[in-house]
């Protein structure tokens, strides 16, 4: 009798909570004026990562109590902004039978006298929880909201079938199976259980679905809602996350490749360190980014590259510029330029400036023109600018107006330094995919030289046209359906170009899908070749 694959069913575990709460008695103290309450409290943080404490209030301690109010009064109108009312929260810590909970220090509440009603609501913005007397830490977990892949298709890993932090245990294959048997079991595996692994520090490491994937990501298409689809777990290789620390803040990182890669927006409410048995060591309440529901091209094809989120995970984490500013701001700007609820001109002005990162980042937003001549050329042109300006001068000395005086002097000054120090959107381009390797330059001067452009500029002039279009005069002026399209294949390889400008910086080595229509699969970022027809760059 043929085996039925079906009959293996994963036995969910229950250790990820999608809303922490926590009991206990609370402290907070108060700055101005001075004061401390306390009572019983109740700490509720929601799959979003939103905070809010309530607290009972059973004392009040201050100097003078009986004008001891959160709201206006208690301080000048100047400083009533100051942490979202007159009177700072300073602390916050809430005791619990298993840790302690403490407030950020940016805490934000509504501000009202404490005699209109028996509690309060305080809401930190950032928070932790940290276990009594617990281990030291070996794995961190963060919890992903809107991470959905599609289709999610992974791969099933043996290694780790006994993982401490799976969500889901599946039984061992019965003995005695025929090799076709054992063929279907392994496909039903690999489509139920299917984990994007990564390796971190040597471990391998893992994302995974929620046990009730299917309908949470229904919910969300449906409602444009947010919730936890996955959680990511990982060797805790720091042992904290502190908001100061940009550096530390990795999941701010993963988050945004990977609202890049599956083209919807990832975020997580929180992040948890447990120890080699799996229990809770900390928990860091930091809203990692928590956007709804919203749609875009995603880089990766997950029909084509099962196990690409994960490879790309991967990367992301042991990059060298990992938690480098530059980088998080060039990927944000990467994921608005796929926005296709946005205007062309709000996409076209996300990529010019996650270009002018990058190439601020790597010294390229400055260009000395002459030095990319030849000696002769520069010593000819040297000479020419330097006549202009002794001309210039000569009009200057005998111009007895005042106000055209100093326009000439200025024209002057501009022609003698022309071939020095100039800031160009096309040739920072330029320099940067050079930079990298890519020969997109090489090609569409190529192709501009046999096909001009309508306006009659090379590659990196026909960039900064369109820059100045988009950012300057704030829209593309075009009369006709082609001057259109002309402007739709800029846009498109110059987004194609700044993906894998992104991918390149943090090693991805793998495929992605090419924003030029028609949308296609490249099998490397180092698609691009001298010889590249420059119809595949979308400019037939």
């Known amino acids: 009798m043929e085996f039925d694959p079906t009959t293996l069913v994963a036995t969910p575990k229950h250790w990820l909570e999608t809303r922490a709460h926590y009991e206990g008695a609370a402290r907070a103290e108060f700055t101005s004026p001075p004061g401390v309450i306390e009572g019983p409290a109740t700490v509720c943080v929601n799959s979003a990562g939103r905070c809010r404490v309530r607290i009972k209030i059973e004392k009040i301690d201050a100097p003078d109590d009986k004008n001891f109010v959160l709201g206006s009064g208690s301080a000048p109108l100047g400083t009533h902004l100051v942490n979202g009312m007159s009177n700072p929260c300073r602390s916050l810590t809430v005791k619990t039978d298993a840790g302690v909970f403490t407030g950020g220090d940016r805490i934000i509440h509504d501000g009202m006298p404490f ?40 791969e099933f890993f043996l290694q780790l079938t006994d993982h401490p932090l799976r969500l889901a245990s599946w039984p061992a294959l019965p003995d005695g199976l025929s090799e076709h048997d054992q063929l279907m079991a392994s496909v039903h595996l690999h489509s139920r259980a299917g984990l994007y692994t990564f390796v971190l520090n040597g471990e391998p490491s893992f994302i995974e679905r929620m046990p009730n994937y299917e309908a949470r990501a229904k919910r969300v298409r449906r409602d444009r809602s947010r919730r936890i689809t996955a959680v990511m777990v990982g060797p805790a290789h720091v042992q904290n996350v502190e908001w100061s620390d940009f550096a530390s803040l990795f999941p701010l990182d993963i988050l945004s490749m990977l609202t890049l890669a599956t083209g919807t927006t990832v975020g997580a409410p929180w992040i948890e360190f447990r120890d080699e048995k799996g229990s809770l060591v900390r928990r860091v309440h930091i809203c990692f980014g928590a956007g709804r529901y919203e749609k875009s091209t995603p880089a990766i094809d997950c029909h084509m590259v099962g196990n690409g989120p994960g ?111 100039e800031k160009s959107f096309g040739l920072a381009v330029a320099d940067l995919a050079q930079k990298f390797g890519f020969h997109d330059a090489l090609v569409l001067d190529a192709h501009f030289a046999v096909h001009p452009h309508p306006t009659g500029r090379t590659w990196p002039g026909v960039l900064a046209f369109y820059r100045a279009a988009a950012t300057h005069d704030a829209y593309f002026d075009w009369n006709q359906r082609e001057d259109l399209y002309t402007i739709l294949r800029v846009r498109d390889h110059l987004h194609d170009l700044l993906l894998r400008v992104l991918f390149k910086t943090i090693g991805y080595d793998g495929p992605y899908q090419s924003p030029i229509p028609p949308l296609m699969q490249r099998d490397s970022v180092d698609w691009v070749t001298p010889t590249t027809p420059p119809g595949l760059l979308g400019f037939a």
Request: net charge positive; proline share 5%.
């Open 311 to 421: 490879y790309l995970t991967g990367k992301v984490l042991t990059a060298a510029d990992r938690g480098q500013k530059y980088l998080r701001v060039a990927m944000n700007h990467a994921r608005g330029a796929s926005n296709q609820n946005t205007t062309l001109e709000s996409r076209f002005i996300s990529l010019c400036r996650g270009f002018e990162t990058l190439c601020r980042h790597h010294g390229f937003i400055k260009q000395d023109l002459s030095l990319r001549l030849e000696p002769a050329q520069q010593t000819e042109l040297k000479a020419i600018l330097e006549e202009a300006a002794a001309k210039i001068r000569k009009m200057q000395m005998v111009e007895t107006d005042p106000g055209r005086k100093a326009v000439l002097e200025t024209i002057g000054s501009r022609a003698q330094n022309a071939g020095q120090t």
């Open 115 to 154: 005699g209109m009603r028996p509690d309060v609501e305080l809401r930190p913005l950032q928070s932790r929880f940290e276990v009594m007397a617990a281990t030291p830490a070996k794995y961190w977990v963060l919890p992903l909201i809107n991470f959905m892949p599609d289709p999610w298709k992974g």
